[in-house]
């Protein structure tokens, strides 16, 4: 029986598949995209039903407060999640940000109410991340920095999946010599950066898959 794959996040994950009318395009053009394909291509006849649920400007806490009806509802057997950069950036442009703590508790909350509910769902954290480029000042990767640590530390205790994002897209900027062949303005990834991320995301999640 084929796997139901759920992605959540913000505009990082959304990548337009909410401005789209298309059913061709409800996953968006971005990292859950690509992934699909790649999954679709290799189980043909067999292929895992792929559900994109990232809305752009979403913080932690509004993770939260739509999570049943956009997770649990959806009952997913595998459920990525790939939230943070909003939490900073949010703070920065507006003081609507989540501090640390809030963001660690709250993150905590949306992984004992999904294994609550589905004890079965194999969880997918990801790294949140940014390139000092763009919009992206030296005090956002400080505390990009941190939210690393809190997603890094939840998936070693609860002994998830772990996707190292901002070491394999820190690579490849090192290596294309410009950060903004990865990511457009330090958050958003381009093209060759969701691609970078498909390839971080299946390797990772290999196990689950």
Partial sequence: MSKTILFQGDSITDC???CSQDPSTSLGMGYPFFISARLQADHLGAEPV???????????????????IDTLNLNPDVLSILIGVNDTWHEFASGNGVEIPRYAEFYRKLIDWTLEKLPKCSLVLCEPFVLETGVVAPAWVVEINER??????????????????????????????????????GVHPTPCGHQIMA???LKAAACVL
Avoid: H
């Avoid at 792929?50 to 049943?68: C, P, Q």
């Fill in 199 to 201: 390839d971080a995301w």
């Fill in 148 to 185: 690393r640590k809190v997603v890094k530390a939840l998936a070693e205790e609860y002994e998830t999946v772990f996707v190292p994002f901002q070491s394999v897209l820190s690579e490849a900027a090192a290596k294309a010599g410009d950060p903004a062949k990865i990511l457009g303005d």
């Fill in 50 to 68: 792929v559900i994109n649920r990232g809305i752009s400007g979403n913080r932690v806490v509004d993770l939260y407060a739509r999570w049943k």
């Fill in 16 to 18: 337009g598949r909410t």
